[in-house]
């Protein structure tokens, strides 16, 4: 399910907005996996200076595509990164591989890992499943609360900017705050048994996008890729059985899982 079906869509997505080579998906895939998946003994194992090789390999592969759309610009997302100015000045190359390499990542990682966790818990709950499987007009919501239910990601770590109180616990400026998504939509003030999947909860104010002005900018997209792929998935789920284990990601930041075995069993 990762990678034959949950990988695939958003990395030929990206690849394709971006403006990149369809073969080229898997490097988007492989940084990705070393860079979020920095804590899993199969990925970066922990290892800074394999952190690092990913960084530089990926910057100057960015790097190189920048030059050639300056050169010679397309109607691809790569060339407006490269090119567009802003009240008379570009993206310096720094910029340009860190904004570029925000989208590789946030682009794949978390659509990817929201559709397997989707369909894993479609598994778990037949009864939510076969009333996705007998009326697709509840898809808007099933992704809203499958986002809710997966929590793709589970935290960020922001600073204070001013010393503040919340909920009567002090904090001060400079202070690192860590905001667990993944707690507040489980929230029993906020959703009627939270520890329930309801595809029909509405309404459903959950963060797995984030708040504010860090709210996420692929929001629309990765609702519509999760949508499309529930839509062409929905006359199979119900044929659908797991034939192994279930293979997480060793990770504090992403809910994300590495393998997921199955396969679509009768008629």
């Not at 202070?175 to 009627?192: C, G, M, P, T």
Request: charged residues 25%.
């Amino acid at each position: 399910m990762v990678a034959d079906l949950a990988a695939e869509l958003p990395l030929m997505v990206l690849a394709d907005l971006l403006g990149l080579p369809r073969e080229d998906r898997h490097l988007l895939y492989q940084w990705s996996n070393n860079l979020v998946g920095f804590d899993d003994p199969e990925y970066g194992g922990g290892d800074v200076e394999a952190y690092r090789k990913t960084f530089f390999e990926a910057f100057q592969y960015a790097l190189s595509v920048a030059g050639e759309r300056r050169r010679a610009p397309r109607d691809d997302l790569m060339t407006l990164l490269a090119t567009s100015e802003v009240d008379g000045r570009r993206l310096t190359d720094r910029e340009f591989c860190n904004f570029w390499l925000l989208l590789v990542v946030a682009g794949n990682e978390t659509t990817r890992h929201l559709i397997t966790g989707s369909v894993l818990a479609l598994v778990d709950n037949p009864t939510q499943r076969e009333r996705l499987v007998a009326d697709d007009t509840l898809l808007p919501s099933a992704v809203d609360e499958l986002l809710r239910w997966v929590s793709p990601i589970m935290q960020f770590r922001r600073t204070a900017i001013e010393d503040t109180e919340l909920c009567g616990t002090p904090i001060a400026a400079g202070d690192k705050v860590v905001l667990w998504y993944a707690s507040a939509n489980r929230d029993a003030a906020v959703f009627e048994a939270p520890d329930e999947l309801r595809l029909h909860r509405n309404p459903n104010p959950h963060l797995s996008f984030g708040m504010g002005p860090h709210f996420c900018l692929g929001a629309h997209l990765a609702r519509l890729e999760a949508r499309t792929m529930l839509r062409e998935l929905a006359p199979h789920l119900s044929r659908f059985r797991l034939t192994g284990p279930v293979v997480r990601l060793e990770s504090n930041f992403v809910n994300g899982v590495k393998s997921l075995p199955g396969s679509f069993t009768g008629q």
